[in-house]
């Protein structure tokens, strides 16, 4: 069965620039994650929704963030405009019923921001 | 609000044991396991019930109480595989389905 699948894998772009990054849960699964990592504030939860719908944004750093979730097979995490400071390895990940099934992480977006 | 994971790393050699603790000041519903290694995406490993229920997977074990709000994962007898950093991931019974994962244990297993 295929996993959850991000893209791009790695993104450099420039200061500014508008960023989207993509992901397709695990067929069957009904909340899907948005993860930040980096090596100073670790694995942050961004955003997740259940059913296609945001239950929790409070991770989102700022407005220049944003996400969607138009169906149950895709989501995208959006940042506008970029800065240096995005720069992190961005996880999406989905489980099949919430807080009692393991989450299945994509293989994650290098972003890097120049 | 983030768990609290000690020790921060570890070394071991091969057949080696350890345990990594890992500490929430809030109550719990479940708690998660995941490793990673460099490079990776984190992989589940296996998830733990308020109950008191200890689990298994390979020579990995690990065990739940509720009361403390702790959870630790015994790595038996480790082989190299097991070299990676393990993350706890803790869900508060206020908060459904929303991890707040620990700052990791780095683990390293050598010959």
């Known amino acids: 069965d295929a996993g959850v699948i991000q893209s791009p894998r790695h993104e450099v772009t420039e200061m500014g620039q508008e960023v989207t990054l993509r992901c397709k849960p695990i067929?069957?699964?009904?909340?899907l994650f948005w993860y930040r990592q980096t090596m100073m504030r670790g694995l942050e939860l961004l955003i997740y929704?259940?059913?296609?719908?945001?239950?929790?944004d409070s991770g989102m750093p700022e407005d220049r963030f944003s996400a969607k979730m138009p169906n149950a097979s895709f989501s995208t995490l959006k940042i506008q405009p970029s800065e240096p400071r995005d720069s992190a390895v961005y996880f999406c990940?989905?489980?099949?019923?919430?807080?009692?099934?393991?989450?299945?992480f994509g293989d994650g977006t290098r972003l890097s921001i120049l | 609000q983030q768990p609290v994971q000690s020790p921060q790393a570890v070394i071991l050699r091969e057949g080696e044991d350890a345990v990594i603790n890992c500490s929430s000041s809030k109550a719990l519903y479940s708690v998660h396991w995941y490793r990673q290694k460099h490079g990776e995406a984190p992989v589940f490993l296996m998830i733990l019930l308020k109950g008191g229920e200890q689990k298994g997977h390979e020579k990995i074990s690990a065990s739940f109480n509720e009361k403390k709000q702790q959870s630790s994962l015994y790595l038996t007898a480790s082989q190299l595989s097991y070299s990676g950093t393990y993350f706890c991931?803790?869900?508060?019974?206020?908060?459904?389905?929303?991890?707040?994962f620990g700052a990791g244990t780095q683990v390293v297993v050598t010959p």
């Open positions: 990940a989905s489980s099949s019923d919430g807080p009692k099934a393991p989450q299945h």
């Open positions: 929704f259940n059913n296609n719908v945001p239950i929790d």
């Open positions: 991931g803790t869900d508060a019974t206020d908060s459904w389905g929303k991890l707040q």
């Open positions: 067929s069957g699964h009904n909340s």
